[in-house]
């Protein structure tokens, strides 16, 4: 029986070079760092793949160079937790204003965005109970619309209490 292979010497290009090259060895390739300016959009979730076509490794024999793929990991932010589409943080209210119910402005989460939220607390708020502001969460990865922001109730008791206060919630009791 017959076998043909590639060349060993000079795998498959028909030449060998003269002398071999004190960079890449003969291998006819260097490894270099290179910058790539990649687009991330809005509402992509950690774990995903972005592909930057014609970014990758020079293609052999002076073909096309592949794709960059670049997989994604999001940073944990100080006062935010992502749940899919939906931001969820807490909300930190006095007792007198989870008791009486108040309007609070809060900060957008959206770092383009400078505008302040304003928030409803419904009297009666208990430690935990969710208040749900619709459309200003997550941006859709693939769409119009955004997520949730939901606040979680958390209320502040203080752990020392004037005379006057004592007196107020023992009459309030």
């Given at each position: ?67 960059l793929l670049v997989r994604i ?101």
């Amino acid at each position: 029986f017959v076998m043909s292979t590639t060349c060993p010497v000079c795998r498959g290009r028909g030449a060998t070079a003269k002398a071999r090259c004190g960079d890449c060895h003969g291998a006819g390739e260097v490894e270099r760092e290179q910058k790539a300016s990649i687009v991330i959009p809005a509402g992509i979730e950690e774990g995903q793949t972005l592909r930057v076509t014609g970014k990758g490794q020079p293609g052999t024999r002076g073909g096309p160079a592949g794709n960059l793929l670049v997989r994604i990991y999001l940073k944990d932010h100080p006062i935010y937790e992502r749940h899919g589409e939906n931001l969820v943080r807490a909300l930190d209210l006095s007792f007198p204003d989870a008791a009486l119910g108040t309007t609070l402005e809060i900060d957008d989460p959206d770092p383009a965005s400078d505008k302040k939220l304003k928030v409803k607390v419904p009297a009666g708020t208990q430690p935990s109970e969710t208040i749900h502001l619709p459309g200003a969460g997550v941006p859709h990865l693939r769409g119009r619309g955004r997520g949730d922001l939901i606040l979680v109730a958390r209320v502040a008791v203080p752990k020392k209490v004037s005379r006057k206060a004592k007196k107020l919630l023992n009459e309030l009791k």
